[in-house]
C-alpha cells in the first residue's frame, strides 16, 4: 500500500497516470480539506472532488476541476436573479456569528450563494448538497467521503486530511481572504502577508489517515503551502511522516514553478521559491522526484526524469520514477 497527499491539481495529474505502477485498489489518498468552503449551505471539498471525479472517470481535464460537460443552469439562473434584481455580486461572508452558528464549519468559510463566485455545475453540485445533507445527518466527512466514492464507482480510498474543520486563510493588506477568494475571485492578485491555517489547532487526525500515514508516503507537486501546508498543521500529522518513508515531487524546476500560486506563497511565508525551499518545508521526505532540468543538489536521494505533467503519459512517466524513489528509500 502506498499513500499520497494531495491538494490542487498536482497530485490528481501524477494519479491520472499512475494506475499501472500504483494500482488505485493499492493505494489510498488524503485530500487538503483547507481549500473547502460553504457555499450557500453546502459544503465544497475541491481537492476531494478532484480525485473523486478523476477516478469515477467524469473530471473534466481541461480544467480539473468539476465533471466534464456538466450543464450549469442553476449557476446562471442565480446570476440572472442577482443581476435583475440589482443584487451584489463577488465573494460575500455570511455575518461573524453565522460562521460559527449551527453545524460546527469554522470560521471564514461560509459565504452567500447570492451570484455565486465559484463556478458550480449542476451534477458537481448534486454531489455538495448530499454531502452536506449526509453531514447534518450525522455522518462524519470521512464516512460521507466514502459513501460519495462507492456513487462513482471508485476502489481508491480517498479519506479527508481530518473531519474537523481548516480554513486556508490569506493575509493581505486589503484584509483576510479565504484561500477560495483569494485566488478563484481574485486571481492572486493582492498581496500575499501571511498564510493562516485557522482551526488546525483543534483538529484532529482521523483513524483512517493515521492508518494512511503508516504506509510509504508519495507527495505529489501539489503547493506546498496551500495543499500540504493544511495537513502538516494537523497536530500529530507532520510527525507521523516523519515515521514512514516519504517521497515528493517537486512542483518546481530550480526555481521556476510549473503552475498555480506556489512560488508567491512561498515567498509569502519566508522559504525560497524554488525546489530548495520546497526541501527545506519538507524536512522529512527522504528522497525526491526532480526534473532534469533542475539544477538543485539535495542531501538526500534524489530520483531524476522530465517531471512535467500535460498527459497520462507524463504521469505515467512521473510516477516511475516516484517507485524508483521509493525502491531507494524502503
Known amino acids: 500500500m502506498v499513500t499520497f497527499l494531495s491538494g490542487g491539481t498536482g497530485t490528481p495529474k501524477l494519479l491520472s497516470g499512475a494506475e499501472s ?24 471539498c475541491p481537492d476531494i472532488d478532484t480525485v473523486l471525479f478523476l477516478d469515477g472517470g467524469v473530471l473534466d481535464r481541461e480544467t480539473w476541476w468539476g465533471i466534464a460537460d456538466d450543464s450549469a443552469a442553476t449557476h446562471d439562473e442565480l446570476h440572472r436573479i442577482a443581476d435583475t434584481a440589482g443584487l451584489p455580486t463577488g465573494p460575500q461572508y455570511l455575518s461573524d456569528d453565522a460562521q460559527t452558528g449551527g453545524r460546527a464549519i469554522g470560521h471564514w468559510r461560509r459565504f452567500s450563494g447570492v451570484a455565486e463566485f465559484m463556478h458550480i455545475g449542476d451534477r ?24 460519495l466514492a462507492d456513487a462513482f464507482g471508485v476502489d481508491r480510498d480517498i479519506v479527508p486530511m481530518s473531519d474537523d474543520p481548516v480554513a486556508t486563510l490569506i493575509h493581505t493588506p486589503d484584509g483576510i481572504q479565504h484561500f477560495q477568494e483569494w485566488w478563484v475571485a481574485h486571481g492572486g492578485e493582492p498581496t500575499v502577508e501571511d498564510v493562516e491555517f ?26 506546498p503551502v496551500t495543499s500540504i501546508g493544511p495537513m502538516r498543521a494537523v497536530p500529530g500529522f507532520e510527525a507521523a511522516l516523519r515515521e514512514t518513508p516519504v517521497v515528493a515531487v517537486s512542483p518546481f524546476v530550480g526555481g521556476e514553478v510549473f503552475s498555480g500560486p506556489a512560488a508567491t506563497l512561498m515567498a509569502s511565508v519566508g522559504r525560497e521559491p524554488a525546489t530548495a525551499g520546497v526541501a527545506a518545508v519538507y524536512p522529512f521526505a527522504d528522497a525526491f522526484v526532480l526534473d532534469d532540468d533542475d539544477p538543485t543538489e539535495l542531501d538526500r536521494p534524489v530520483v531524476r526524469t522530465d517531471t512535467r505533467i500535460d498527459d497520462t503519459e507524463d504521469a505515467t512517466r512521473v510516477t516511475r520514477a516516484v517507485d524508483d524513489a521509493l525502491a531507494v528509500i524502503t
Not at 22 to 43: K, M, R, W
Request: aromatic share 2%.
Open 21 to 44: 505502477v500504483f494500482p488505485a485498489a493499492e493505494t489510498t489518498v488524503v485530500g487538503n480539506t483547507g481549500d473547502d468552503v460553504v457555499l450557500g449551505g453546502h459544503l465544497i
Open 124 to 147: 458537481d453540485r448534486a454531489v455538495h448538497v448530499t454531502r452536506t445533507g449526509l453531514l447534518d445527518e450525522g455522518h462524519s466527512l470521512t464516512e460521507v467521503t466514502r459513501l
Open 198 to 223: 485557522r482551526g488546525s489547532e483543534r483538529a484532529a487526525m482521523t483513524p483512517a489517515v493515521e492508518s494512511a500515514l503508516g504506509d510509504p508516503v508519495v507527495i505529489g507537486p501539489s503547493n
